[in-house]
């Protein structure tokens, strides 16, 4: 059997996730608390994902199930596993975003990290605090009677940062500024990690726990979703 080649992959990574854009951009599940994020694979059936029966059915009944989170690399014992195949899909994440519940937005599955050095991390997050979403976050954590202030990123998985985050040994050195006690730059990958900084300890690597919503994880947080950088802005 002849291998396909990198560019022959790419082709038809491209070709999927165009296919995507064209069929998928405007799927809302009806009545949904939660955004959902889902990688598909080259192998992904855009038509019948698109269907009644396709990929909003499928989130709306894994949702009904208090399922928040699949992968089609799990075990074989996890029953959500050959759904996912059968559609193409590499993993769904749910995240709870009242700004735009129901949302699905569709992605290239997660094939590897691009190098993300930590003078990348920190231009990306300097370049970030600088958009007037950022501002507004803090402005809002500013007028918070809490001791914590923290401020959560959800990142697009397939961005150099959403990638980065998700491989990355190295730790961002940029010192956000205050009223933040907090800050979490959290991509809903399998299994999700986040980076996390602390005015006390300063930036860890944190694994958070599949199946939960990212922001249920991260105490009384203002959560900001970036695009042109690497997610979905509010």
């Keep these: 059997m002849r291998r396909r080649s990198t560019s022959e992959a790419d082709a038809a990574r491209l070709s999927v996730i165009a296919a995507a854009q064209r069929h998928l951009s405007k799927l809302k599940v009806p009545a949904s608390g939660f955004a959902w994020f889902v990688n598909i694979t080259p192998q992904a059936d855009v038509r019948a994902l698109g269907g009644s ?79 007037e979403l950022a501002k507004n976050k803090l402005r809002k954590l500013a007028r918070a009677d809490t001791a914590e202030r923290h401020l959560a990123v959800l990142i697009h998985p397939d961005t150099e940062a959403g990638l980065g985050i998700a491989g990355t040994d190295e730790l961002p050195s940029v010192v956000p500024p205050t009223p933040l006690t907090h800050v979490w730059l959290i991509t809903p990958t399998d299994s999700p990690r986040a980076l996390r900084w602390t005015h006390i300890t300063g930036w860890a690597i944190v694994h958070l726990q599949a199946g939960q919503p990212a922001r249920a994880q991260v105490p009384e947080a203002s959560t900001g979703l970036r695009r042109g950088h690497g997610g979905i802005a509010r």
């Design 53 to 131: 029966a396709g990929l909003v059915a499928l989130l709306a009944e894994m949702e009904q199930q208090g399922q928040v989170s699949a992968s089609a690399l799990s075990d074989y014992g996890d029953p959500w596993r050959d759904r996912l195949e059968a559609f193409g899909i590499q993993s769904v994440h749910g995240v709870e975003d009242s700004d735009r519940p129901g949302h699905v937005y569709v992605m290239p599955a997660v094939v590897a990290s691009w190098g993300w050095v930590r003078h990348t991390a920190d231009q990306w997050i300097t370049d970030f605090l600088a958009t």
